[in-house]
């Protein structure tokens, strides 16, 4: 009970009720202290609170400061973990109410084939323990109410003196419940089933009537334990939805980034290619050119005269010059 109303005053005034303003620490939402599942999107234990399926009191604090800090912070493997950790809690609570969903039309199709094989035609009466079940669950549900009337006027003693006497009828509640569970189908159940045609609820697993009145079925539809189950549906639908995005966004990516690599590789080996063509065609050029300028030069030495020696010049020159004395 004191963990309860210290738990109760951390998340009315803050862990740090107690501190000066100097000593106040910075929280961080990776500290164990705090519960995961609330760090996510909210945490099961707090949706079905004194229904059939009370998951009890949380261990870990639900602090909104943390939860903030928590959505704030950047995409982690730390997060990823406290995802995963939301999914599977939820889908195993899914995976439970889907047996109980399945167990409850078993239930009611031995209960026809029962009526049937019996040729039950006129209903039977109410026995006293469903009378007695019927009455305890007023009671637990206008209990409930005080409890929590007296929460928000502030009044805690209260509130959990409330809580403690809805408790001790709930405990008397489930003890007839199994008491009736062991002896087989009741009295009730079979006069019920003789008079109108039940089916379950494909959300919580209760047992509705069909064409039962409005004011009835929009009991059900807002009651805590059908809206808690139909909150961790879609919850778990809405979570999956967005790691179907994040890894086809993911895909994405990856693809345009392969596109631009190809893109950039193709580009460079397309300028290597021209580059080597550039080389390649200078490198062509640059033999042609020195082979015509070896031809030219091959032209030039065919057709000039070949170059006369200097002795022929004296001679030629001394022969010239006797002929003149002679004359």
Same mark, same amino acid.
């Given at each position: 009970?004191?963990?309860?109303?210290? @738990?109760?005053?951390?998340?009315?005034?803050?862990?740090?009720?107690?501190?000066?303003?100097?000593?106040?620490?910075?929280?961080?939402?990776?500290?164990?202290? &705090?519960?995961?599942?609330?760090?996510?999107?909210?945490?099961?234990?707090?949706?079905?609170?004194?229904?059939?399926?009370?998951?009890?009191?949380?261990?870990?604090?639900?602090?909104?400061?943390?939860?903030?800090? &928590?959505?704030?912070?950047?995409?982690?493997?730390?997060?990823?973990?406290?995802?995963?950790? &939301?999914?599977? &809690?939820?889908?195993?609570?899914?995976?439970?109410?889907?047996?109980?969903?399945?167990?409850?039309?078993?239930?009611?199709?031995?209960?026809?084939?029962?009526?049937?094989?019996?040729?039950?035609?006129?209903?039977?009466?109410?026995?006293?323990? @469903?009378?007695?079940?019927?009455?305890?669950?007023?009671?637990?549900?206008?209990?409930?109410?005080?409890?929590?009337?007296?929460?928000?006027?502030? *009044?805690?003693?209260?509130?959990?003196?409330?809580?403690?006497?809805?408790?001790?009828?709930?405990? $008397?509640? *489930?003890?007839?419940?199994?008491?009736?569970?062991?002896?087989?189908?009741?009295?009730?159940?079979?006069?019920?089933?003789? $008079?109108?045609?039940?089916?379950?609820?494909?959300?919580?697993?209760?047992?509705?009537?069909?064409?039962?009145?409005?004011?009835?079925?929009?009991?059900?539809?807002?009651?805590?334990?059908?809206? %808690?189950?139909?909150?961790?549906?879609?919850?778990?639908?809405?979570?999956?939805?967005?790691?179907?995005?994040? !890894?086809?966004?993911?895909?994405?990516?990856?693809? $345009?980034?392969?596109?631009?690599?190809?893109?950039?590789?193709?580009?460079?080996?397309?300028?290597?290619? !021209?580059? %080597?063509?550039?080389?390649?065609?200078?490198?062509?050029?640059?033999?042609?050119?020195?082979?015509?300028?070896?031809?030219?030069?091959?032209?030039?030495?065919?057709?000039?005269?070949?170059?006369?020696?200097?002795?022929?010049?004296?001679?030629?020159?001394?022969?010239?010059?006797?002929?003149?004395?002679?004359?």
């Amino acid at each position: 009970m004191v963990d309860v109303a210290r @738990q109760l005053l951390d998340e009315l005034m803050g862990r740090n009720r107690n501190s000066n303003p100097s000593e106040v620490k910075q929280i961080s939402w990776e500290d164990s202290i &705090f519960c995961p599942l609330y760090l996510v999107k909210f945490c099961p234990h707090d949706l079905f609170v004194n229904t059939r399926v009370d998951l009890g009191q949380c261990s870990r604090l639900h602090d909104d400061e943390a939860k903030k800090l &928590f959505e704030e912070a950047k995409p982690s493997y730390k997060k990823t973990q406290y995802e995963d950790e &939301f999914l599977r &809690f939820c889908t195993n609570m899914l995976i439970d109410v889907d047996r109980r969903i399945q167990k409850g039309k078993q239930r009611l199709q031995l209960m026809n084939s029962k009526l049937e094989s019996s040729n039950a035609l006129n209903p039977r009466p109410i026995n006293k323990a @469903q009378e007695q079940l019927n009455t305890l669950t007023d009671k637990i549900n206008k209990l409930v109410r005080e409890a929590e009337e007296a929460g928000t006027r502030g *009044d805690v003693d209260q509130a959990q003196a409330l809580m403690k006497v809805c408790d001790e009828l709930k405990e $008397e509640k *489930d003890q007839i419940t199994k008491t009736q569970e062991s002896m087989g189908w009741n009295a009730a159940e079979l006069a019920a089933a003789q $008079e109108k045609q039940m089916e379950v609820c494909e959300v919580c697993g209760a047992f509705l009537i069909i064409g039962d009145v409005q004011q009835r079925i929009d009991d059900h539809l807002s009651g805590k334990q059908h809206l %808690g189950y139909l909150q961790l549906k879609r919850a778990v639908e809405e979570l999956q939805e967005m790691r179907r995005k994040e !890894r086809e966004e993911a895909r994405k990516r990856r693809e $345009e980034e392969k596109r631009i690599a190809d893109k950039e590789k193709e580009r460079r080996d397309r300028d290597k290619r !021209r580059s %080597g063509s550039d080389r390649d065609r200078k490198s062509h050029y640059s033999r042609r050119s020195r082979s015509k300028s070896r031809d030219r030069k091959r032209s030039n030495s065919k057709y000039s005269s070949p170059p006369r020696h200097r002795s022929d010049r004296d001679r030629r020159s001394s022969h010239h010059s006797r002929r003149s004395r002679s004359r």
